[in-house]
Each structure stands twice: as C-alpha cells, then as structure tokens.
C-alpha cells in the first residue's frame, strides 16, 4: 500500500481486524524488518507496518535532512490520515527514537508502548572519538576553500565515516548527522503512555545501559532483558519476544 505523507511517498502494510498496534522499523530497515511480529499480530489485532523515509518504498527526506523531529512529524501525520490514532506502538532502534519523541510531546497518539533496543541516549564515547570528530570536521571546514572540493569531502567521508554512514547515498547523509546527535533523553520523563522495554543482554548498538536509563527516567516502565540475544533481540528471540508482547497488548483477564 501507499499513501502521500508531507509531500512524499510512504510504503506501508496493513492487516488484521480490531485494536491497532504501528510497528515502527530500524535505521536501514523496513517493513520486512517485522516480518514474524506482523504476521503473528495480524490474527490478533490490525496490525500496519511503514517504511520511513529514505527506507524502503517510500520517498526521501529534504536534502537538508531530517531530524527526529521531522520524522515524528512524518509519522503522526501518517496515523492520523490511516485512522490509527491512539494505536499501541512497538518501535526497534531509529523506529524508538520516533517512538518517544511522539509518546512525549503527543500523547494522545499513542497507547501503549513496547520499545526493543531504542537508540534516543548519546552513547558514551572516550576521548579517542571525540579527537576523529574534530579532525573530521576541521578537514572537511578546509575543502570548502579548495578546488575539487566535493571529491574531497566524499574521500573525507569514506576515511571517517562510520560504516552506517559511508553506506548511505549522500541524500540521506545529513539525516543521519542529525538523529544520531539528537539526545532524546528530556523527553523521557514526559512519557505518560504504559511502557514496556525488552532489551537483547549483548546488543552492541544500544547497550543495556541504555534500556536501563529508559526505565528508570520513564515512570511505571519496566525492562525485560533477553539473554544470549543482542540488538535485533526480537528476532534472536522471536518466539520468547512474541510471548511477552502478547503478555503486554492483549493481556487475558482473571
């Protein structure tokens, strides 16, 4: 399916009857991202998955690029003109820092939230990194002032760049820059919606002190942690995530 969000093609699926729960991807993925939650949740609920941004099927972000803020703004537009408003959502990764910015400054989107590896906090870095940092960015002020100058900002890219970084096209490079220094950690405390965190013991990408954090900034959550499972935990432990999930969502009376 496809639908026109700000202007912009956005991929999405949608099936299932009853409640709505948004499943809300990570950076680099997509719909596909969620292939056994969605079809396990699709006999439960009605269940819609999108593709952000830049991902997927759908259309690319301004060449500027887009924070976090952009992206929440893309999403709630979406829900409400799908009709999903108020709908639980269950958000990977990139898909989490979407997740809390919506839950903290618009409440009545969302119902309850179940986030699994959510990036959002800054990472803690040692001097190293910050030294490559600003050799990059000093390097990259004195190519302005040089002929050829693009070809060496590209080399420049490819020599300090992340690997997540050098993969993308040059469109999406700048929406990278600016969510992964965006520090989401103010909006926590802002987060009324019931709020449940499942974290992979050995993720590497958004380490267990970071679902920790979560839980204690964010009132009346609680964190569940996964063993011998790391960033894609919901998937290393698929059958274990689907029970908590529906432990979660659709919790049986008596």
């Known amino acids: 399916?496809?639908?026109?969000?700000?202007?912009?093609?956005?991929?999405?699926?949608?099936?299932?009857?009853?409640?709505?729960?948004?499943?809300?991807?990570?950076?680099?993925?997509?719909?596909?991202?969620?292939?056994?939650?969605?079809?396990?949740?699709?006999?439960?609920?009605?269940?819609?998955?999108?593709?952000?941004?830049?991902?997927?099927?759908?259309?690319?972000?301004?060449?500027?690029?887009?924070?976090?803020?952009?992206?929440?703004?893309?999403?709630?537009?979406?829900?409400?003109?799908?009709?999903?408003?108020?709908?639980?959502?269950?958000?990977?990764?990139?898909?989490?820092?979407?997740?809390?910015?919506?839950?903290?400054?618009?409440?009545?989107?969302v119902g309850r939230l179940l986030l699994t590896g959510a990036a959002g906090l800054i990472p803690r870095r040692g001097a190293k990194y910050y030294v490559k940092t600003y050799a990059f960015k000093a390097l990259k002020r004195a190519t302005y002032l040089l002929p050829g100058g693009a070809a060496l900002r590209e080399k420049l890219?490819?020599?300090?760049?992340?690997?997540?970084?050098?993969?993308?096209?040059?469109?999406?490079?700048?929406?990278?820059?600016?969510v992964v220094n965006q520090d989401l950690a103010p909006c926590l405390p802002r987060i009324a919606a019931e709020t449940l965190l499942v974290w992979g013991r050995n993720d590497s990408a958004t380490p267990l002190w970071m679902g920790q954090e979560m839980e204690r900034q964010i009132k009346g959550s609680a964190l569940i942690v996964l063993e011998d499972a790391g960033h894609f935990a919901y998937l290393d432990k698929c059958d274990r995530f689907i029970r908590i999930m529906d432990a979660f969502l659709f919790p049986k009376e008596g």
């Not at 496809?2 to 009857?17: D, K, N, P, V, W």
């Not at 890219?157 to 600016?178: E, H, Q």
Request: one cysteine or more; glycine letters at 14%; hydrophobic letters at 35%.
């Open 157 to 178: 890219s490819g020599r300090f760049g992340s690997a997540d970084y050098r993969a993308l096209p040059p469109s999406m490079r700048a929406t990278f820059v600016k």
């Open 1 to 109: 399916m496809e639908i026109s969000i700000m202007g912009r093609a956005c991929r999405y699926e949608q099936e299932g009857q009853g409640r709505d729960v948004l499943l809300l991807h990570g950076w680099g993925g997509g719909v596909d991202s969620w292939i056994p939650i969605f079809n396990h949740l699709k006999g439960e609920c009605r269940v819609t998955a999108i593709d952000f941004p830049g991902h997927g099927g759908s259309g690319l972000p301004d060449e500027r690029g887009w924070s976090v803020d952009e992206y929440a703004a893309f999403t709630a537009e979406f829900m409400e003109k799908t009709g999903i408003v108020g709908c639980d959502i269950i958000a990977h990764s990139f898909g989490g820092r979407v997740a809390v910015k919506l839950a903290s400054e618009r409440p009545q989107l």
